[in-house]
């Protein structure tokens, strides 16, 4: 199945840094969403953006919605030991269709 | 509010035997579960969306008599691995949503780990 293009892969990081990831896609999504996902555990949603050029924040943590709609960034601030995990992006198409295609994730 | 729980956590079986795991929203009526696998240090994968009272939409190159989904009630959605074998270990892991719309989310399952000896 399609996956999106998520980068860095994996990134060591010191506490109280500031960290940064992104999403890309071929296709174009109407709905991006950034989830954490701690080892054995579902995927839990951090941050979900509904419209292009759309920035939003939660606590540490920015998201935006390129306005190509083919892309999205996370940025995580002043990182904590609790940050530690895997972010993935997700995005949806259609509205709709409630269907998901996850990105690669990045491993922090 | 809104959770979502999996049976069992994690089981171990027998090859060529079956395996069913069930996804449960506790607080919240489900209209759509989904049903995900993942493979170590890798993204989750779609396999099937399924809708209450109707057949699972499986995606492309899931085979749909190997697991087999039933979506019974809005609350309770199970997938059975038939005649499992050791490639079929994974992390599966299920999510429900409410409905349909722009701000509708879909919340995620702990996840059952499948090991197929």
């Known amino acids: 199945g399609q996956q999106l293009n998520q980068s860095p892969q994996s990134m060591f990081i010191q506490e109280g840094e500031d960290v940064s990831m992104n999403c890309t896609s071929s296709s174009i999504f109407n709905t991006w969403l950034w989830y954490k996902q701690d080892p054995g555990e579902g995927p839990v949603l951090l941050i979900a953006l509904y419209k292009a050029g759309e920035l939003t924040s939660n606590g540490r943590l920015t998201a935006q919605f390129g306005i190509t709609r083919k892309d999205s960034f996370l940025n995580i601030s002043a990182s904590i030991p609790s940050d530690v995990g895997i972010y993935f992006c997700a995005g949806r198409s259609n509205f709709g269709n409630e269907k998901l295609t996850f990105g690669t994730g990045t491993r922090l | 509010g809104a959770v979502v729980s999996q049976h069992p956590s994690w089981v171990i079986c027998k090859s060529g035997t079956s395996v069913k795991i069930e996804c449960r929203s506790l607080d919240f009526q489900a209209t759509t579960m989904f049903w995900y696998r993942q493979f170590p240090k890798q993204s989750l994968m779609l396999m099937a969306t399924?809708?209450?009272?109707?057949?699972?939409?499986?995606e492309q190159g899931v085979e749909k008599d190997k697991f087999l989904i039933n979506h019974a009630s809005l609350t309770l959605s199970t997938l059975t691995v038939t005649s499992a074998h050791p490639e079929d270990s994974s992390f599966y892991i299920c999510s429900a949503s409410t409905g349909t719309g722009l701000y509708n989310e879909q919340f995620f399952g702990p996840g059952t780990r499948l090991t197929v000896l």
């Open positions: 399924s809708n209450e009272g109707s057949k699972a939409t499986y």
